[in-house]
């Protein structure tokens, strides 16, 4: 009995000085942070415009259990090196938090942006759809956001957005399904 004891204990003190797994919908609570950084050269708007620079930052807001995956909303976004056209431009988040939906390998995205330069201010809502590496927590989103019509004329009725996001948990791991 004392050698099985032993056992036992020996391999809950090897267990306990595992690393931890970075487990979203698994082990990661509701509340816990969430952050994703561009990881593609690029997150593109058609031809229409492009950012070299793209970071999320929210938090977990339901968990369906392991595998089932769950929610995360992203109550900020920032973008940089953006250019529209051939010049500079301004990219900014609209109708922030963004709620995104994890289903294991895939997911579906919303979000709303407003792209600026000094020729033309146009704003695009909609959903993308992100297939997940878990292994390095990469999200490889495509879809088309749609033209608010507050939008100027010239903007086009839909743009193409692709990119690719690494979607990490508060320890900086990959997020699991």
């Given at each position: 009995m004392r050698t099985i004891r032993k056992a036992l204990l020996a391999a809950a003190a090897v267990l306990a000085l595992?690393?931890?797994?970075?487990?979203?919908?698994?082990g990661i609570s509701v509340?816990?942070?969430v952050s994703a950084s561009l990881s593609s050269a690029t997150i593109a708007f058609g031809s229409f415009a492009s950012c070299t620079g793209a970071n999320f930052g929210g938090s977990i807001t339901t968990n369906a259990g392991a595998g089932s995956g769950g929610t995360f909303s992203f109550a900020t976004a920032t973008f940089g090196g953006c250019s529209m056209l051939g010049s500079a431009a301004t990219v900014t988040a609209e109708s922030l938090p963004w709620s995104w939906s994890h289903y294991g390998t895939y997911g579906t995205a919303n979000l709303s942006v407003k792209l600026v330069n000094p020729a033309f201010s146009c704003r695009y809502t909609g959903s993308l759809g992100f297939n997940y590496t878990a292994t390095s927590g990469a999200m490889a989103y495509a879809?088309?956001?749609v033209r608010i019509p507050v939008s100027g004329p010239l903007c086009p009725l839909t743009v193409a957005v692709s990119g690719t996001q690494r979607l990490l948990d508060g320890a900086a791991l990959p997020v699991q399904p």
């Amino acid at each position: 009995m004392r050698t099985i004891r032993k056992a036992l204990l020996a391999a809950a003190a090897v267990l306990a000085l595992a690393p931890a797994s970075a487990s979203a919908f698994t082990g990661i609570s509701v509340g816990a942070p969430v952050s994703a950084s561009l990881s593609s050269a690029t997150i593109a708007f058609g031809s229409f415009a492009s950012c070299t620079g793209a970071n999320f930052g929210g938090s977990i807001t339901t968990n369906a259990g392991a595998g089932s995956g769950g929610t995360f909303s992203f109550a900020t976004a920032t973008f940089g090196g953006c250019s529209m056209l051939g010049s500079a431009a301004t990219v900014t988040a609209e109708s922030l938090p963004w709620s995104w939906s994890h289903y294991g390998t895939y997911g579906t995205a919303n979000l709303s942006v407003k792209l600026v330069n000094p020729a033309f201010s146009c704003r695009y809502t909609g959903s993308l759809g992100f297939n997940y590496t878990a292994t390095s927590g990469a999200m490889a989103y495509a879809g088309s956001l749609v033209r608010i019509p507050v939008s100027g004329p010239l903007c086009p009725l839909t743009v193409a957005v692709s990119g690719t996001q690494r979607l990490l948990d508060g320890a900086a791991l990959p997020v699991q399904p």
